[in-house]
Each structure stands twice: as structure tokens, then as C-alpha cells.
């Protein structure tokens, strides 16, 4: 991470002032403050990749930069960019400008943005320092929830599109499952998350804040089950002794199209973290423990619209064994 910023760089903030003062401008405020930014921004870093970079492409938004991941032969990648949106750095002309904990301040210089967009996990220092370069927005993906975060990126950066399109479509198709269902608020869905390590299982409460997929589970009114409610915070790390705790209807989990977290290292990185997990689940054992593909988690309209098809797949298109809570 560097902060100091060279001589060179100065001259570059200076410049760009100069470009910036000449564009249209208007007042927003967001999470960190009220700033002028332009009417129609021309050079977006993105200091997020899944949040913030994936859902402004997919808006339309002239996106110059972005933080993004870096591989084990260290290779730069946007995260679900390429399962998404079928994008990463090298076919779009993003610059990388470190990773999202990590940022290279004079990378981000270097690519003269006008308009620079981070979330609360953005460092408030750097973000601070940022603010000579360009006006630098927090966006609280957090506090917000997925569709109110689109739609705030949507206006900053001036490319609303089609997207209340969009929102009207995925909300139809919302009405249409939950007319297939028929029941929804009776079946109970339990959200997991197991990185390939295995060192932590996360779950989350349908209120959490795990992209598409708990906008999606949220909006069909599934419930959930009496240990999940009971869960002190909408996210938490789950021991392998209480594994018998995560039963429902559908307990569903993710993987990746990536190398590192394919559906056979994810599976195995559940027996690792709890051996004989599935025979502790009656969802499991009657294949009602779903893996879904990286893009559900994230934060685009694509993402929402995949978790929805998948998951009308598996709860409305099939028949599927109740679970009985009062058995457990």
C-alpha cells in the first residue's frame, strides 16, 4: 500500500483539477460526505472489484480501474468478473490498482479519474488521501442491500439504463416463483459459505448481506429455521460441532468457476471442517443441499437473475422431501 504520493504524481492531480473543473458538476452525498461530482464522470476507478467495478460495467459506466485479486502465480483478476460478465482486466482496459485492502494510490493517480468509488471496507484514510485526486465516494453496500447499491452506482456514475427495467422484470419474475411455490413462507432455506481452506464456515441470516442470493431468498419469503433466527448477527462463523444446527429444507452453499473453488474442493473443504457433515443434514442427505456459481453471491442484475432461475430450479421445479424441524 503506498501513500506517499511523488512529484510526479502532484503534477498529474494537477492536470486532472484542471480537466475536472471544466466538466458539468452536481452535489451527491454519500456515506462519507457531500461532494461535487460530475454530471456524467468520463474515468471511474472502481475500488472494489465484485461490489463496485462488476456492477458498474454491467450499467454501462466508463470504468478506467479497478482493485481485484491476485492469483497464486500472480495474476491479476477481477473477482466473478469473468463468471459474471465474461470480463477481466485483459479484455476491458482496466488498470489495477491493488487489491481492495491494498490500494496503490499512485496507480490510481496514474489513470486520472474523475470519480473515484469505494464501499465501507475501503480504508477511510485512503480514502481521505484520494480526495485530492478525485471525489471519492463511499457507497454502503452494506446498509444499502443490493438493489439500493445498484441504483445508487446507476446514478453516480450517470448510467441508469435500463435498469429499473430490469428491476420490474426481476420482480415479476419474483411474483411468478412465488406463485409456483405457492408456500414460501413455509419452506426454510439455509445460507452457508465454505471457502476451499476449510478453516471457517460462515452463515448468514436472510437479512446478511450475501448478494443476490439473500436479495433473492428474502424476496420469495422463505423462512428460517429456529438456530438460524436465533443467530446474534446476520453473519457469523459456524463450529463443526453444531453442523446439525444448519438443517432445513434447502441449505444451500457456493462455489466458484475458479481453479481454487470448483464444486469438488468445496464439498471437500465441508468434510474437512466437519467429517460426515451430510449425514447430519437431512437436506444433504436428500440432495437438498444445493451449490451455487460464484455470480449469485455477487452484486450485479445478472447475478440476481441467476439466483432466481436456480433456486425457482430447485425449490418450484422439482418435488423435494419437507424437513421436519420438530424431529431435529
Given at each position: 500500500?503506498?501513500?506517499?504520493?511523488?512529484?510526479?504524481?502532484?503534477?498529474?492531480?494537477?492536470?486532472?483539477?484542471?480537466?475536472?473543473?471544466?466538466?458539468?458538476?452536481?452535489?451527491?452525498?454519500?456515506?462519507?460526505?457531500?461532494?461535487?461530482?460530475?454530471?456524467?464522470?468520463?474515468?471511474?476507478?472502481?475500488?472494489?472489484?465484485?461490489?463496485?467495478?462488476?456492477?458498474?460495467?454491467?450499467?454501462?459506466?466508463?470504468?478506467?480501474?479497478?482493485?481485484?485479486?491476485?492469483?497464486?502465480?500472480?495474476?491479476?483478476?477481477?473477482?466473478?468478473?469473468?463468471?459474471?460478465?465474461?470480463?477481466?482486466?485483459a479484455?476491458?482496459?482496466?488498470?489495477?490498482?491493488?487489491?481492495?485492502?491494498?490500494?496503490?494510490?499512485?496507480?490510481?493517480?496514474?489513470?486520472?479519474?474523475?470519480?473515484?468509488?469505494?464501499?465501507?471496507?475501503?480504508?477511510?484514510?485512503?480514502?481521505?488521501?484520494?480526495?485530492?485526486?478525485?471525489?471519492?465516494?463511499?457507497?454502503?453496500?452494506?446498509?444499502?442491500?443490493?438493489?439500493?447499491?445498484i441504483?445508487?452506482?446507476?446514478?453516480?456514475?450517470?448510467?441508469?439504463?435500463?435498469?429499473?427495467?430490469?428491476?420490474?422484470?426481476?420482480?415479476?419474475?419474483?411474483?411468478?416463483t412465488?406463485?409456483?411455490?405457492?408456500?414460501?413462507?413455509?419452506?426454510?432455506?439455509?445460507?452457508?459459505?465454505?471457502?476451499?481452506?476449510?478453516?471457517?464456515?460462515?452463515?448468514?441470516?436472510?437479512?446478511?448481506?450475501?448478494?443476490?442470493?439473500?436479495?433473492?431468498?428474502?424476496?420469495?419469503?422463505?423462512?428460517?429455521?429456529?438456530?438460524?433466527?436465533?443467530?446474534?448477527?446476520?453473519?457469523?462463523?459456524?463450529?463443526?460441532?453444531?453442523?446439525q444446527?444448519?438443517?432445513?429444507?434447502?441449505?444451500?452453499?457456493?462455489?466458484?468457476?475458479?481453479?481454487?473453488?470448483?464444486?469438488?474442493?468445496?464439498?471437500?473443504?465441508?468434510?474437512?471442517?466437519?467429517?460426515?457433515?451430510?449425514?447430519?443434514?437431512?437436506?444433504?442427505?436428500?440432495?437438498?443441499?444445493?451449490?451455487?456459481?460464484?455470480?449469485?453471491?455477487?452484486?450485479t442484475?445478472?447475478?440476481?437473475?441467476?439466483?432466481?432461475?436456480?433456486?425457482?430450479g430447485?425449490?418450484?421445479?422439482?418435488?423435494?422431501?419437507?424437513?421436519?424441524?420438530?424431529?431435529?
Open positions: 500500500m503506498t501513500f506517499r504520493l511523488p512529484f510526479v504524481a502532484l503534477v498529474l492531480f494537477a492536470g486532472l483539477l484542471t480537466a475536472v473543473s471544466a466538466q458539468e458538476t452536481r452535489s451527491y452525498t454519500a456515506a462519507n460526505g457531500t461532494f461535487d461530482i460530475p454530471v456524467a464522470p468520463q474515468r471511474i476507478v472502481a475500488l472494489n472489484d465484485q461490489i463496485v467495478a462488476l456492477p458498474l460495467y454491467e450499467l454501462g459506466a466508463p470504468v478506467v480501474g479497478s482493485a481485484g485479486r491476485t492469483d497464486a502465480e500472480g495474476n491479476h483478476f477481477l473477482r466473478g468478473g469473468m463468471d459474471t460478465l465474461g470480463i477481466d482486466y479484455n476491458t482496459g482496466m488498470g489495477y490498482v491493488g487489491g481492495f485492502n491494498g490500494l496503490d494510490v499512485e496507480a490510481i493517480a496514474a489513470l486520472e479519474p474523475d470519480l473515484i468509488i469505494g464501499g465501507p471496507y475501503t480504508d477511510p484514510a485512503v480514502a481521505e488521501q484520494l480526495q485530492s485526486v478525485a471525489p471519492t465516494l463511499i457507497i454502503n453496500n452494506a446498509e444499502l442491500g443490493l438493489i439500493e447499491t441504483r445508487a452506482l446507476a446514478d453516480v456514475s450517470g448510467k441508469t439504463g435500463n435498469f429499473e427495467a430490469r428491476l420490474q422484470r426481476y420482480r415479476d419474475n419474483i411474483a411468478r412465488r406463485g409456483y411455490i405457492g408456500n414460501s413462507e413455509e419452506v426454510s432455506v439455509t445460507l452457508t459459505f465454505m471457502f476451499p481452506a476449510a478453516e471457517e464456515l460462515w452463515v448468514y441470516r436472510h437479512g446478511g448481506n450475501l448478494g443476490a442470493i439473500t436479495q433473492v431468498v428474502r424476496d420469495l419469503g422463505f423462512k428460517e429455521t429456529a438456530p438460524i433466527a436465533a443467530l446474534p448477527t446476520n453473519e457469523v462463523t459456524f463450529s463443526p460441532e453444531l453442523i444446527d444448519l438443517d432445513a429444507d434447502f441449505v444451500f452453499g457456493f462455489y466458484r468457476q475458479q481453479p481454487d473453488a470448483t464444486p469438488a474442493t468445496v464439498l471437500a473443504a465441508y468434510e474437512k471442517f466437519a467429517p460426515g457433515w451430510c449425514l447430519a443434514l437431512t437436506a444433504c442427505q436428500n440432495g437438498q443441499f444445493v451449490l451455487l456459481p460464484g455470480p449469485t453471491f455477487g452484486t442484475m445478472a447475478g440476481l437473475d441467476l439466483a432466481l432461475e436456480l433456486v425457482e430447485h425449490v418450484a421445479g422439482r418435488p423435494f422431501t419437507p424437513f421436519d424441524e420438530g424431529q431435529q
